[in-house]
């Protein structure tokens, strides 16, 4: 991967070990070392949808990950999204 390019990692998810700790564990490892996180709603193909960042942006946390939550059980499954960004 050239310096700047981006990794998404995506799931289907709610589940923290199927999301946040698999981030987390991939940014401890020595692959991941040479990435950093980056909000979802700042990549490129978002800025001119601003439907879709206002979603976005009221469902990133302080790290800049984004999840989805169903709003019942017969509801869309949950979702989740992390933007990794190469360093090195």
Known sequence: MKP?????YATCSVLEVENEQVIDAFLQSEQGRAFKL???????SFKD???????ICEREDM?????ST?????DFDGHFCARL???I
């Open 38 to 44: 980056a909000p979802l709603h700042e990549a490129d």
């Open 63 to 67: 790290r800049g990950l984004f999840q």
């Open 4 to 8: 700047g390019g981006e990794l998404i």
């Open 70 to 74: 169903p709003l019942s059980p017969t």
């Open 49 to 55: 949808e601003t439907e879709a960042m206002a979603y």
């Open 85 to 87: 960004i190469y360093q």
